[in-house]
């Protein structure tokens, strides 16, 4: 008993000391889950692209908050669908990083991270006038150096807890029987999905909006369904530094 007190009385001195004020998650440590049960955090990476603007139609007609891990230049320039990606931005959804060039971060220096984290943010400041403060490393790598890079960056590191695996050829009815497999209980999920595959976009998602609705789910950003709606950005104001090509 006394031992518990003491070491809660630790933990909450080493939370005041690092200024954790909020209930966010740290920087640099992985999450795969929401911090609480009755969500669900739908999370689209690799885009934008051509889907982008009817994704977010979907989500918006469902009142879905999602999340969207941006590349810069994998389907394309990140510029190209600066519409699409206002739009999502405007509507509430969370924009995070998924990195520049799409690398395995583990294969870089650390001015390399630094550089593909950067790149991106500086795009983000052009387009919507913010910085994530989330980030989903390409192929879910974060060996090496890449979380002591992005800790000391401030970046919060998002993995997955269910892999809808529509990037392995999984078409729409195997994802949503690996949904059903993990079922609607515990902690919100944070999918593993790809919004340039048409069906993920089209098939997958409106049968996500409809069983997280048939199972009271409430459908939440990432940042949200960690406590921290507030800490989806890094704070301060940024100057666009006028590009407008990759
Ligand atoms: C994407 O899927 C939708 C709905 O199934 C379909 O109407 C549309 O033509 C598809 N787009 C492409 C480019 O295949
Ligand atoms: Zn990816």
């Known amino acids: 008993m006394l031992a518990e007190t003491v070491l809660a009385g630790l933990l909450m001195a080493s939370g005041a000391a690092a200024g954790c004020t909020h209930g966010g998650p740290s920087p640099g440590v992985v999450i795969q889950q929401c911090s609480k049960p009755g969500m669900l955090a739908l999370a689209y990476d690799d885009g934008p692209y051509i889907y982008t603007s009817d994704l977010v139609d979907i989500l918006d007609a469902a009142g879905a908050k999602a999340t969207f891990f941006f590349t810069g230049t994998l389907y394309g320039c990140i510029y190209d669908q600066a519409t699409a990606v206002k739009k999502a931005f405007k509507s509430g959804h969370q924009v995070a990083s998924h990195t520049w060039t799409h690398p395995a971060l583990s294969g870089l220096t650390e001015d390399g991270i630094r550089s593909e984290m950067t790149q991106l943010e500086d795009a983000l400041v052009n387009i919507i006038g913010k910085k994530p403060a989330y980030v989903r490393p390409p192929y879910l790598d974060t060996a090496g150096q890449t979380l002591p890079v992005l800790k000391s960056m401030g970046y ?91």
């Open 156 to 246: 919060k590191v998002i993995t997955v807890d269910v892999d809808s695996g529509d990037w392995n050829k999984n078409t729409p009815e195997q994802s949503e029987a690996v949904f059903l497999a993990a079922g609607a209980g515990g902690n919100g999920h944070i999918p593993l999905m790809h919004e340039p595959y048409n069906s993920t976009v089209h098939e997958l998602t409106p049968w996500l909006i409809n069983w997280a609705k048939e199972n009271k789910l409430k459908l939440v950003t990432v940042a949200e369904c960690l406590g921290d709606a507030g800490g989806a950005y890094q704070k301060g104001n940024f100057k666009p530094n006028g590009k407008t090509t990759c």
